[in-house]
């Protein structure tokens, strides 16, 4: 069971805990941080506080969840940068998440925030896809995937988006069962 703090060159991941909630809440109620999705901005900081509690009784559940992204300094973790990691979701699959603020995009973050996620998922169920749920617009986020070595294994309507035209994809590292992607997408 995965457990705790990883860290990767830059960054340190931590189990987020209710202190964090102030930083979260900020992360998420950044518009930028949504400009491909704005309906997604938390508004209130209830809204975060919901995340917050899923993920860590997903920790205490599971053993693992979405991390805290904290920029890695000689002396210990420095600012928030962001919230990703692996969840159980939907089924048997992980669903791969990764939010980081727009100051820190294109620095390759997201690359290490992936390994590491990847990495603790394997080490927990290897047996269990990894799978990135995006919207297709988000070229980043698309970007990441591919750049992690996902593999696009659908494309169709994003079932309850407030845009009816939107479109998602489901990125995976290995084949996934028409069924499993019906009930990831929302369409079984």
């Known amino acids: 069971m995965v457990t705790g703090t990883t860290t990767t060159p830059r960054l340190v991941l931590s189990p987020p805990r209710q202190a964090d909630l102030a930083e979260l809440h900020a992360l998420h109620a ?8 704005p309906s997604g901005r938390h508004a209130t900081v209830e809204a975060t506080a919901r995340i917050l509690t899923e993920t860590i009784a997903g920790w205490e559940e599971r053993g693992l969840d979405f991390w805290t992204v904290r920029a890695r300094l000689d002396e210990g973790p420095g600012a928030l940068v962001g919230m990703g ?61 591919e750049r992690a070595g996902l593999q696009q294994v659908w494309r ?31 369409q079984a």
């Open 30 to 37: 950044d518009p930028g941080v949504w400009a491909h999705f």
């Open 156 to 186: 169709g309507p994003d079932v309850g988006n407030p845009d009816p035209d939107a479109v998602r994809l489901v990125y995976a590292d290995r084949e996934v069962d028409v069924g499993m992607l019906g009930v990831v997408t929302g």
């Open 85 to 145: 990691g692996c969840r159980l979701h939907r089924g048997p699959v992980w669903n791969l998440y990764y939010r980081l603020a727009p100051t820190v995009w294109g620095q390759g973050l997201a690359q290490e925030l992936i390994a590491a996620a990847r990495a603790a998922a394997a080490a927990q169920h290897p047996e269990v896809p990894v799978v990135a749920y995006l919207l297709e617009h988000n070229d980043g986020s698309r970007r990441a995937a």
